[in-house]
Protein backbone atom coordinates (compact mmCIF):
# COMPACT_ATOMS: atom_id res chain seq x y z
CA UNK A 1 0.00 0.00 0.00
CA UNK A 2 1.35 3.39 -1.23
CA UNK A 3 1.91 5.54 1.49
CA UNK A 4 1.35 9.40 2.13
CA UNK A 5 3.42 11.48 -0.53
CA UNK A 6 4.22 15.01 -0.54
CA UNK A 7 6.45 17.39 -2.95
CA UNK A 8 8.49 19.24 -3.13
CA UNK A 9 10.98 17.51 -0.22
CA UNK A 10 12.83 21.00 0.41
CA UNK A 11 12.25 24.21 0.30
CA UNK A 12 14.48 27.53 0.87
CA UNK A 13 12.74 30.98 0.02
CA UNK A 14 13.46 34.28 0.98
CA UNK A 15 11.14 35.86 3.09
CA UNK A 16 7.99 37.76 1.82
CA UNK A 17 7.66 34.87 -1.60
CA UNK A 18 5.19 32.59 -1.71
CA UNK A 19 5.36 28.90 -1.63
CA UNK A 20 2.95 25.48 -1.95
CA UNK A 21 3.41 22.26 -0.81
CA UNK A 22 1.46 18.87 -2.57
CA UNK A 23 -0.15 16.42 -0.61
CA UNK A 24 -1.75 12.88 -1.63
CA UNK A 25 -2.67 10.83 1.00
CA UNK A 26 -3.26 7.22 1.15
CA UNK A 27 -5.88 5.89 -1.32
CA UNK A 28 -9.18 5.85 0.46
CA UNK A 29 -8.47 7.77 3.36
CA UNK A 30 -11.41 10.17 4.35
CA UNK A 31 -9.20 12.89 6.49
CA UNK A 32 -6.55 14.48 5.28
CA UNK A 33 -4.31 16.65 7.88
CA UNK A 34 -1.18 19.38 7.26
CA UNK A 35 0.78 20.17 10.57
CA UNK A 36 3.59 22.26 11.44
CA UNK A 37 6.60 21.14 13.37
CA UNK A 38 9.42 23.52 13.95
CA UNK A 39 12.67 21.92 15.52
CA UNK A 40 12.31 20.80 18.53
CA UNK A 41 8.61 20.59 19.08
CA UNK A 42 5.72 18.10 18.82
CA UNK A 43 3.37 18.45 14.96
CA UNK A 44 1.09 21.63 15.94
CA UNK A 45 -2.37 20.87 13.98
CA UNK A 46 -2.80 23.82 10.85
CA UNK A 47 -5.51 22.53 9.22
CA UNK A 48 -8.05 19.15 9.05
CA UNK A 49 -9.74 18.00 6.16
CA UNK A 50 -12.59 15.42 6.24
CA UNK A 51 -13.06 14.59 2.51
CA UNK A 52 -13.17 18.55 1.04
CA UNK A 53 -14.57 20.15 3.54
CA UNK A 54 -12.63 21.51 6.75
CA UNK A 55 -12.95 19.84 10.29
CA UNK A 56 -10.60 22.28 12.07
CA UNK A 57 -8.81 25.27 10.95
CA UNK A 58 -8.25 27.53 14.47
CA UNK A 59 -4.64 27.53 14.25
CA UNK A 60 -4.32 28.42 10.60
CA UNK A 61 -2.44 31.88 10.34
CA UNK A 62 -5.63 32.79 8.00
CA UNK A 63 -4.06 36.01 6.69
CA UNK A 64 -0.98 34.07 5.36
CA UNK A 65 -1.61 30.53 4.97
CA UNK A 66 -4.29 28.80 2.59
CA UNK A 67 -5.16 25.22 1.67
CA UNK A 68 -7.34 23.58 -0.20
CA UNK A 69 -8.97 20.10 -0.90
CA UNK A 70 -11.24 20.27 -3.91
CA UNK A 71 -12.21 16.75 -4.89
CA UNK A 72 -11.62 15.46 -1.37
CA UNK A 73 -8.57 13.72 -2.30
CA UNK A 74 -4.69 15.55 -2.83
CA UNK A 75 -4.15 18.99 -1.17
CA UNK A 76 -2.08 21.66 -1.59
CA UNK A 77 -1.12 23.91 1.74
CA UNK A 78 0.28 27.62 0.47
CA UNK A 79 2.27 30.55 2.71
CA UNK A 80 2.09 33.95 1.28
CA UNK A 81 3.78 35.84 2.02
CA UNK A 82 6.43 33.66 4.09
CA UNK A 83 8.09 34.90 7.30
CA UNK A 84 11.59 34.07 8.80
CA UNK A 85 9.05 32.12 11.92
CA UNK A 86 7.30 30.15 8.83
CA UNK A 87 10.66 27.85 8.65
CA UNK A 88 9.37 24.34 10.09
CA UNK A 89 8.87 20.87 8.82
CA UNK A 90 5.12 20.92 6.96
CA UNK A 91 3.84 17.36 7.54
CA UNK A 92 0.98 15.98 6.28
CA UNK A 93 -0.94 13.13 7.47
CA UNK A 94 -3.88 10.87 6.44
CA UNK A 95 -6.36 8.90 8.41
CA UNK A 96 -8.79 6.56 7.08
CA UNK A 97 -12.38 7.82 8.61
CA UNK A 98 -12.09 10.80 11.66
CA UNK A 99 -15.66 10.65 12.00
CA UNK A 100 -15.68 7.39 12.80
CA UNK A 101 -13.52 7.54 15.47
CA UNK A 102 -10.28 6.33 13.07
CA UNK A 103 -7.90 8.46 14.76
CA UNK A 104 -4.69 6.67 13.68
CA UNK A 105 -2.70 8.96 11.10
CA UNK A 106 -0.30 8.01 8.81
CA UNK A 107 2.42 10.91 8.12
CA UNK A 108 4.00 11.58 5.28
CA UNK A 109 8.11 12.66 4.83
CA UNK A 110 7.13 16.19 5.21
CA UNK A 111 8.60 19.13 3.28
CA UNK A 112 11.00 21.36 4.84
CA UNK A 113 10.99 25.01 4.24
CA UNK A 114 13.87 27.21 5.31
CA UNK A 115 13.06 31.11 4.94
CA UNK A 116 16.24 33.53 4.29
CA UNK B 1 -6.23 24.34 26.39
CA UNK B 2 -4.98 20.55 27.37
CA UNK B 3 -1.12 19.66 26.79
CA UNK B 4 0.53 16.95 27.01
CA UNK B 5 4.03 17.12 28.72
CA UNK B 6 6.92 14.67 27.93
CA UNK B 7 10.31 14.35 29.93
CA UNK B 8 12.82 13.86 29.42
CA UNK B 9 12.92 16.18 26.59
CA UNK B 10 16.38 14.61 25.70
CA UNK B 11 18.09 11.58 26.59
CA UNK B 12 21.71 9.88 25.64
CA UNK B 13 22.34 6.87 26.70
CA UNK B 14 25.09 4.51 25.99
CA UNK B 15 23.87 0.84 24.45
CA UNK B 16 22.54 -1.76 26.40
CA UNK B 17 20.92 0.39 29.21
CA UNK B 18 17.18 0.25 30.05
CA UNK B 19 15.24 3.94 30.02
CA UNK B 20 11.75 4.75 30.49
CA UNK B 21 10.09 8.35 29.18
CA UNK B 22 6.98 9.36 30.69
CA UNK B 23 4.23 11.53 28.86
CA UNK B 24 2.02 13.27 31.35
CA UNK B 25 -1.22 15.22 31.41
CA UNK B 26 -4.16 16.75 33.68
CA UNK B 27 -6.72 15.88 30.92
CA UNK B 28 -8.40 12.48 30.56
CA UNK B 29 -7.95 11.12 27.14
CA UNK B 30 -9.79 8.20 25.08
CA UNK B 31 -6.74 7.06 23.91
CA UNK B 32 -3.51 7.39 23.57
CA UNK B 33 -0.91 7.12 20.89
CA UNK B 34 3.20 6.51 20.37
CA UNK B 35 5.46 7.42 17.59
CA UNK B 36 8.46 7.56 16.78
CA UNK B 37 10.23 10.29 13.81
CA UNK B 38 13.72 9.81 12.59
CA UNK B 39 15.56 12.41 10.91
CA UNK B 40 13.71 13.75 8.13
CA UNK B 41 11.00 11.77 8.02
CA UNK B 42 7.33 11.89 9.51
CA UNK B 43 6.12 10.19 12.45
CA UNK B 44 5.41 6.67 12.57
CA UNK B 45 2.64 4.91 14.94
CA UNK B 46 4.44 2.94 17.57
CA UNK B 47 1.55 1.48 19.32
CA UNK B 48 -2.14 2.60 20.48
CA UNK B 49 -3.41 2.29 24.14
CA UNK B 50 -7.09 2.54 25.22
CA UNK B 51 -7.60 0.93 28.29
CA UNK B 52 -6.69 2.61 32.07
CA UNK B 53 -3.69 0.29 33.19
CA UNK B 54 -3.12 -1.18 30.03
CA UNK B 55 0.23 -2.28 29.06
CA UNK B 56 1.41 -3.20 25.56
CA UNK B 57 4.54 -4.67 25.00
CA UNK B 58 6.47 -4.57 21.46
CA UNK B 59 9.66 -6.79 21.33
CA UNK B 60 12.27 -4.47 23.31
CA UNK B 61 9.82 -1.62 23.81
CA UNK B 62 6.76 -1.74 26.85
CA UNK B 63 4.58 0.82 26.82
CA UNK B 64 2.02 1.67 29.69
CA UNK B 65 -1.11 3.75 29.93
CA UNK B 66 -2.04 5.16 33.30
CA UNK B 67 -5.48 3.73 35.29
CA UNK B 68 -6.85 7.25 34.80
CA UNK B 69 -5.91 7.64 31.78
CA UNK B 70 -3.92 10.93 32.05
CA UNK B 71 -0.73 9.50 31.36
CA UNK B 72 1.70 6.87 29.78
CA UNK B 73 5.07 5.64 29.94
CA UNK B 74 7.55 4.19 27.22
CA UNK B 75 10.62 1.42 28.85
CA UNK B 76 12.78 0.60 26.71
CA UNK B 77 15.10 -2.40 27.44
CA UNK B 78 18.71 -3.06 26.15
CA UNK B 79 18.48 -0.02 23.91
CA UNK B 80 20.42 -0.04 20.68
CA UNK B 81 20.67 2.54 18.24
CA UNK B 82 18.20 1.95 16.08
CA UNK B 83 16.52 3.10 18.94
CA UNK B 84 17.52 6.91 18.26
CA UNK B 85 14.65 8.85 17.54
CA UNK B 86 12.16 11.63 18.33
CA UNK B 87 9.97 10.02 20.58
CA UNK B 88 5.81 11.84 20.41
CA UNK B 89 2.71 10.85 22.68
CA UNK B 90 -0.35 12.56 21.23
CA UNK B 91 -3.61 11.62 23.19
CA UNK B 92 -7.05 11.55 21.28
CA UNK B 93 -10.02 13.35 22.60
CA UNK B 94 -13.43 11.68 23.42
CA UNK B 95 -15.14 14.45 22.05
CA UNK B 96 -13.98 15.16 18.36
CA UNK B 97 -10.86 12.54 18.00
CA UNK B 98 -8.44 14.74 17.57
CA UNK B 99 -4.64 14.50 18.63
CA UNK B 100 -2.83 16.51 21.08
CA UNK B 101 0.76 16.25 20.83
CA UNK B 102 3.82 16.33 23.42
CA UNK B 103 6.59 18.24 22.12
CA UNK B 104 8.28 14.21 22.47
CA UNK B 105 11.46 13.18 23.90
CA UNK B 106 14.83 13.04 21.50
CA UNK B 107 16.55 10.30 22.36
CA UNK B 108 20.18 8.90 21.11
CA UNK B 109 21.82 5.13 21.56
CA UNK B 110 25.00 5.59 21.61
CA UNK B 111 27.12 2.30 20.25
Known amino acids: EAGVAQSPRYKIIEKRQSVAFWCNPISGHATLYWYQQILGQGPKLLIQFQNNGVVDDSQLPKDRFSAERLKGVDSTLKIQPAKLEDSAVYLCASSLDWGLGEETQYFGPGTRLLVL | TQLLEQSPQFLSIQEGENLTVYCNSS?????LQWYRQEPGEGPVLLVT???GGEVKKLKRLTFQFGDARKDSSLHITAAQPGDTGLYLC???????????WGAGTKLIIKP
Open chain 2, 49 to 51: VVT
Open chain 2, 27 to 31: SVFSS
Open chain 2, 90 to 100: AGARDSNYQLI
